[in-house]
């Protein structure tokens, strides 16, 4: 079989960084003290753009969850799911930078993880070697402080939101941006992965003939060998074959998907319970330090990475429609345009 291209975990583009940041990371071991204080500073500041140069310069080692396209194309199947209501308020909360679309900016959050340091962990949640994520057992970061991991800020960032339309101290802004990101981040099953192995992190293999690791694997080659062998290079289409499949095959899916009681708050913990599942069911199942990955893996595996992606953005769209549409939320319409 010919080599398969191999997709770096960065790609071309700008970077969008809030102009205080600085201050943000000076103050992030004050900040940390309280999932509250998970929000960036409370005024809404105008976004700068960074040469790719200095974006490369300064990224991070750690793979970024999902990569660029897959949290791309969740925020595209939740902008179609979106209420009237819930659309009009995301809309308002959007930089100007976004030209009116949320999958634009859902990237965002890893694109700025070298510069607000603080926020690193709460794009996973580490997990010992039992296949299962207990909150109070695995939600924290590495100095121990509760509610630090993926779920804590989903929630965080939730509550935060029911704020829109109220006087309140946090960055709406920001807080959408994040929540779209880690609603995706949860969904990608290696980001409820193992501590020993940082969620696959450590675990070097070969896609095919490119060497990676398995959580690189599961953001971005995964995706990438999809759009490539079977959408014509094309994202665009993938998301409109994950959108048929919605009101298609997956159709009767939907209600289990969206069912959580809670409607104030989110069903994030049962989310990363589904990950966990995934990861060892699939991600880590027959995987050892230097295996070579190719058809077997990528055809069993594939399946799973295109449910995620779209019950990810099912489940964002159904968490902005119960925040923004209140006592008026309903499930997800599938026969929407």
Not at 191 to 198: P, W, Y
Request: proline residues 4%; charged residues 20%.
């Amino acid at each position: 079989m010919p080599a398969r291209h191999h997709i770096l975990t960065f790609h071309s583009g700008v970077l969008f960084v809030s102009s205080a940041a600085t201050q943000q990371q000076r103050h992030a071991g004050r900040r940390a003290e309280s999932r509250a204080e998970m929000a960036p500073p409370p005024h809404r500041r105008a976004l700068l753009l960074l040469p790719l140069v200095f974006l490369l310069r300064l990224a991070p080692p750690r793979a970024d969850a999902w990569g660029k396209e897959g949290h791309i194309m969740v925020c595209k199947i939740a902008e179609k799911y979106l209420s009237e209501k819930a659309s009009a308020a995301v809309q308002a909360l959007l930089p100007e930078s976004a030209g009116g679309e949320l999958s634009t900016m859902c990237p965002w959050a890893d694109q700025v993880r070298w510069h607000y340091h603080w926020a690193s962990p709460l794009h996973y949640a580490n997990t010992p070697e039992v296949c299962n994520f207990k909150y109070s057992r695995d939600c924290h970061n590495s100095r121990g402080e509760k509610g630090m991991c993926v779920v804590g800020a989903i929630n965080n960032y939730t509550e935060q939101l029911y704020n829109y339309g109220k006087k309140t101290s946090y960055n709406l802004t920001e807080s959408l941006m994040f929540l779209a990101h880690f609603v995706g981040d949860v969904h990608q099953p290696l980001h409820v992965g193992f501590a020993e192995d940082e969620g696959g992190n450590t675990i070097v293999v070969h896609w095919y003939r490119r060497k990676t690791n398995l959580h690189h694997v599961w953001d971005v080659s995964i995706i990438d060998t999809a759009i490539k062998d079977f959408y014509n290079k094309s994202m665009d289409t993938m998301v409109e074959a994950l959108k048929m499949n919605l009101t298609g095959g997956w159709s009767d899916d939907i209600t289990h998907w969206e069912n959580c009681k809670n409607k104030r708050s989110t069903c994030a913990n049962d989310y990363a319970i589904e990950s966990i599942h995934y990861s060892c069911n699939y991600a880590y199942k027959d995987v050892e330090q230097d295996i070579t990955l190719g058809d077997d893996y990528f055809f069993t595996r594939y399946p799973v990475v295109e449910k995620r992606l779209a019950q990810a953005g099912i489940r964002l769209a159904l968490i902005l429609n119960r925040i923004f549409d209140g006592d008026e939320a309903d499930g997800i319409p599938l026969q929407v345009q």
